[in-house]
């Protein structure tokens, strides 16, 4: 069985400073892991995926995760905050032994403050 | 790019009446599934389809039925609605359901109210 924890339910940062979200999964084979971010009454959107190649994986608008198998974790940082990344975002789980259906976290809210 | 596409947008409905949404994939994506995003909630995995085939289903009540067409679009159709189904409802796409890590592609989704 899958399934994400994400370990913060807000965050807030000041723009221009640093971001990190954390989440931890847990997966009976080996996973794939995405990041997707969702505006205000707004659609999900891919930020990054991880699937079993390099262990650091770059996402767009400046977004990284470093996956860790030996803490099960994929925390997904940013070195320098913008105001348009005030939105939820999920840490995802998937497996092809479970269909690839999405599990998805409980979500972190980011807050910017300028 | 073509996207996928979801309809209504917004829905409003009485309680015990029927609801039918409507999700047409990106071109050549031949697998659909669909989520239920409560009020304040993450999204939750109802039904998924593989070429016109159920291939996966997860918390969906029994009220709920899904089908995928022959064009690969796919129908939601919600019985007997409860307040309790007012959600955002999201259909994602992506291609060869079969290989690993494949990213989903989701619509903007359908917002739907049950009075």
């Known amino acids: 069985a899958q399934s994400v924890t994400q370990l913060d339910s807000h965050v807030s940062v000041s723009e221009g400073t640093p971001v990190l979200l954390r989440c931890n999964y847990s997966?009976?084979?080996?996973?794939?892991l995405f990041w997707y971010v969702q505006h205000p009454n707004k659609g999900l959107q891919l930020l990054l995926k991880?699937?079993?190649?390099?262990?650091l994986v770059k996402g767009i608008n400046g977004f990284e995760a470093e996956f860790k198998k030996s803490e099960t974790s994929f925390h997904l940082t940013k070195p320098s905050a913008h105001m348009s990344d005030a939105a939820e975002y999920f840490c995802?789980?998937?497996?092809?032994?479970?269909?690839?259906?999405?599990?998805f976290g409980g979500g972190t809210r980011v807050l910017v403050k300028p | 790019a073509a996207g996928v596409i979801q309809s209504p947008r917004h829905l409003i409905k009485e309680k015990r009446e029927t609801a039918t949404l409507k999700c047409y994939p990106i071109p050549r994506h031949d697998t659909v599934y669909w989520y239920q995003q409560g009020p304040g909630q993450d999204p939750q995995f109802l039904i998924s389809?593989?070429?016109?085939?159920?291939?996966d289903k997860g918390s969906i009540p029994d009220r709920f039925s899904a089908q995928q067409f022959s064009d690969y679009h796919s129908e939601l159709n919600m019985s007997s609605l409860e307040l309790g189904d007012s959600a955002l409802y999201f259909c994602?796409?992506?291609?060869?359901?079969?290989?690993?890590?494949?990213?989903?592609?989701f619509g903007p989704g359908t917002r739907l109210t049950v009075l």
């Open positions: 991880y699937t079993s190649a390099a262990t």
């Open positions: 997966s009976s084979y080996s996973p794939s």
């Open positions: 389809f593989y070429e016109k085939m159920q291939s």
């Open positions: 995802v789980v998937s497996e092809e032994a479970a269909g690839n259906k999405l599990t």
């Open positions: 994602a796409s992506s291609p060869r359901q079969g290989r690993a890590g494949h990213e989903q592609f």
